[in-house]
Each structure stands twice: as structure tokens, then as C-alpha cells.
């Protein structure tokens, strides 16, 4: 049997810094609410002219440079985003071009928060078929999608994107070693942009703000996502045979500091093995995780054999969870 290894990452997040400080006068808050609230500091927001693929080829890039890979040898590239250039045509064609994947298949996946673990998984799967590296880049531009007046979703969202390249492995039980996917439907309205869709075209849309991103519940959202992340977590871990004592690191979906806290006090996961960026980069949907794989290895490196467990919730609601051996 073929295993699976990450061979490189990479992340990149816009030079534009927005402190909370920007925010809360806007929204007439408190000083030091936002921090109290989600534990952010700070976003990255991308600059005018900066698009969803401009930030997805210099995390890419990062990635490919560190491999010391044939840029010809990838087979396909899986772009996580729910902030595309365009709605057509996707922009991972793009995003590989300008990358010089000359060989590889390119798709976009719209799993919104969730969109990495989804990719992650069906790259781990293609890696094994077909004995050939996968790139793997979750990157979103949500400052471009964000309702100034929400602010249960203005308070969070950024700018930025994580990069994984997985490639063949001798070494059988390296890679995804169990995971779990979920959706639930009947929340399907606790995130929304509403227009732009077959449901509300763009023809139909009188209200610019109807293209911007609504938060309808947070108290919801918080609960939901906690219980989905919670749960996929431990049913991916018993796919793998796996205890919580037995996780090295714990990456989930950076969403805000109280769920993550929440999250890993509910898996019995000691908080010394959680990795996170929010403070100082916000939540920027489904790049946080592998942003934080990537950002944290400098002063964190991962060790061969080390147990990674990625699990993230978001919009529709959609989640799952991956155990990941190094």
C-alpha cells in the first residue's frame, strides 16, 4: 500500500494590517470588546487590485519552491474558496497556470469553512489512485464579502491562504488515517450571502448589500459548529483507531479563541497541542487550517509520525474532520 506525505506547505496573508481598533469605531464599540469576544487582535485585509488568485499562487508558490518538486510532476490542484476571482470560470485553471502546473488538473471547491478538510481528503485519495502529487490551497478574500453593518461577521473575517502539497509515500500508514465528513441542511440559512445565486440572480438584485456575507444566528453558529467539529473529530479519530491522548496537534478551523478553547476542553485535548494564528490574522474561512499547519512549523516543527487532527464547521452547515500521520 501506498501512504501519503505532506511534503511542503506554505501561507500567505495581504500587507494590509486592520487593528480592532478600526473596527470597533466604526461599529461604535467598547476598546478591547472584539479581543474579549473572539480573541483577535487583528486581521490581514488584501489590498485594492489583490485578488482571490494573486494570494492563492504566492501560497502555492511557497509551497513548491520549499519541495524542490517538478512543477510538472503535480497532477491536480484542489483551490478551497468560497471568494473566487470569478463565479465562471473557476479559478484554480488559473491559479495552476500561473503556477506552472502544466500537467495537473485544476479545480475550485466551495466547502466554505469546512472546504479544506474536503479538499484534503479527496487529495489524500487521488495521491494513493493515482501516484501523483496533489496541491492543495484553501485561500479566501472575505473583506471583500463583508456587511460593515453585521457585526457578528465583520468583527472576524480576513484575508489569506494556506497551502498543502501532498505527494507518494513509502510508508504506508502515513497520511489521512481517518476521517469524517458531515453536513446539516436544516441550518442551511445561519450564513448567507443571499444574492448572486439561481435562487436570487444577480438580474434580480436591487440591494448591493445583498451579495454581502450575513451572520442570521451567531449564538447558533457558535453551537453548531462546536457540535459538529466535536463530534467529527471524534468519529474521525475512531475510524483511525486513535484516543484523544494519542493527538499531537490539534489545528482546527480558527473560527474565533472560545470555540477552539471550547473544542479542545470537549475532546480532552490539552491546550498546549492546539496551534493557532487568529490573534493576529482573524478567521479567514477554510485557509485558517492550513495557514496555522503552515505558519506555526517555523517554531513548531512537526515530527515524522506526529498525529495532526484537523476539524472545521462553517456555513451551510457543512463540516468534517481529518486525522492526518506526518
Not at 472584539?34 to 486581521?43: D, L, P, Q, S
Not at 470560470?89 to 495537473?104: D, K, Q
Not at 487529495?123 to 485561500?139: E, G, H, K, N, W
Not at 498543502?164 to 513509502?170: C, D, G, M, Q, Y
Request: aromatic share 4%.
Amino acid at each position: 500500500m501506498t501512504g501519503v506525505e505532506i511534503v511542503s506547505f506554505g501561507h500567505y496573508a495581504p500587507e494590509r494590517v486592520v487593528p480592532n481598533s478600526e473596527i470597533e469605531a466604526r461599529l461604535g464599540l467598547e476598546a478591547g470588546w472584539i479581543k474579549r469576544r473572539t480573541g483577535i487582535e487583528e486581521r490581514r485585509y488584501a489590498a485594492e487590485g489583490e485578488a482571490l488568485s494573486d494570494i492563492a499562487v504566492k501560497a502555492g508558490d511557497m509551497a513548491l519552491a520549499r519541495a524542490g518538486l517538478s512543477r510538472d510532476d503535480v497532477g491536480l490542484l484542489l483551490l478551497a474558496t468560497s471568494t473566487p476571482d470569478h463565479l465562471l470560470p473557476p479559478s484554480a485553471p488559473l491559479v495552476a497556470h500561473r503556477l506552472g502546473l502544466a500537467s495537473a488538473g485544476g479545480i475550485d471547491m466551495a466547502g466554505a469553512c469546512a472546504g479544506f478538510i474536503y479538499a484534503l481528503t479527496l487529495a489524500d485519495s487521488f495521491v494513493r489512485t493515482q501516484q501523483m502529487p496533489v496541491l492543495v490551497i484553501a485561500a479566501n478574500i472575505l473583506s471583500r464579502r463583508i456587511n460593515e453593518a453585521d457585526r457578528a461577521s465583520s468583527v472576524l473575517f480576513a484575508d489569506a491562504a494556506g497551502t498543502v502539497l501532498l505527494a507518494p509515500s513509502a510508508r504506508a500508514d502515513a497520511g489521512v488515517i481517518g476521517a469524517h465528513l458531515a453536513a446539516q441542511g436544516q441550518q442551511y440559512d445561519l450564513i448567507t450571502i443571499p444574492g448572486g445565486g439561481s435562487r436570487k440572480p444577480f438580474s434580480k438584485i436591487t440591494d448591493p448589500k445583498d451579495v454581502l456575507m450575513v451572520m442570521n444566528d451567531g449564538r447558533a453558529v457558535y453551537a453548531g459548529a462546536v457540535a459538529m467539529m466535536t463530534d467529527c473529530a471524534e468519529k474521525a479519530l475512531a475510524k483511525a483507531g486513535l484516543s484523544t491522548g494519542q493527538v499531537n496537534h490539534l489545528i482546527p478551523h480558527q473560527a474565533n479563541d472560545r470555540m477552539m478553547g471550547t473544542l479542545a476542553h470537549q475532546l480532552d485535548i490539552a491546550p498546549e497541542k492546539l496551534r493557532s494564528t487568529i490573534e493576529a490574522f482573524g478567521n479567514s474561512s477554510a485557509a485558517t487550517i492550513p495557514f496555522t499547519l503552515s505558519a506555526t512549523a517555523e517554531n513548531r516543527p512537526y515530527t515524522r509520525g506526529d498525529t495532526v487532527l484537523m476539524t472545521a464547521a462553517g456555513a451551510g452547515l457543512t463540516g468534517g474532520a481529518a486525522v492526518f500521520r506526518w
